[in-house]
């Protein structure tokens, strides 16, 4: 690792595990003090003993006040990225209105709330640099069964959008870095509760042109480049790392 992340205070949500924890340990890897947040605390019991400047913190993301208070706590960021999220299957006749309402809970509003908790420091100093998890699943390609979700991570590159032309002037960048397939727990649970794991597995990887899943190591290394200074050109992107789906 190279630091470039040194002196850099981060904020990662979803940090439990998946891509949100490969962040985390990222970050800090290239030199970040990272506050490193999930629902479920005890998935994140062992980061701090593999790199000292991790700091887990429980918390839930759609809770306005809890999040709110959690990022004053931690001074001004310099990073905030935004990596919870929940995936629902199913097509929209598959999707009851409690699941609708969770999978914009949990992928939108939790980031509304975030940047909204995180902006006013960021602008008083200038600088600041916002990564949204987004997907490349329904939001720039169709994906089957997807409705939810799709429709949830098409509202975080067009909420990414909205942050990134509005404080463009002000020393505050926001991009969407767009995964494509990824081997996360997540996914393997979804796998293994299908009639053939080994058949859905070999679907998903089909997906990408390049013929595998992608690793959550290789969406931390484009998210590292988003909060480092080699990006201090880049505002309003979708880094999109699929492997070749949406080509």
Known sequence: MTGRLEGKTT?????????????????????????????????????????????????????????????????PLDVLCNCAGWVHNGTLLDCRYADWARSLEQNVTSMYLTIRAALPAMLARRSGSIINVASVASSLTGVP????????????????????????????????????TTLTPSLEQRMAATPDPEETRRQFAARQPIGRLGTVEEMAAAAVYLASDDSAFTTGSLMVVDGGQTL
Do not use: H, W
């Open 11 to 75: 904020f990662v949500t979803g940090a439990g595990q998946g891509i949100g924890r490969a962040i985390a340990l990222a970050f800090a890897a290239e030199g970040a003090s990272v506050v490193a947040v999930s629902r479920t605390a005890s998935k994140m019991a062992d980061l701090p003993e593999r790199f000292p400047k991790i700091s887990p913190v429980g918390l839930d993301v759609t809770d306005g006040p809890a999040v709110s208070q959690a990022i004053q706590d931690c001074g």
């Open 145 to 180: 069964n997807r409705a939810a979700y799709g429709t949830s991570k098409a509202a975080v590159i067009g909420l990414t959008k909205a942050v990134a032309r509005d404080f463009v002037s002000q020393g505050v960048r926001c991009n969407a870095l767009c995964p494509g």
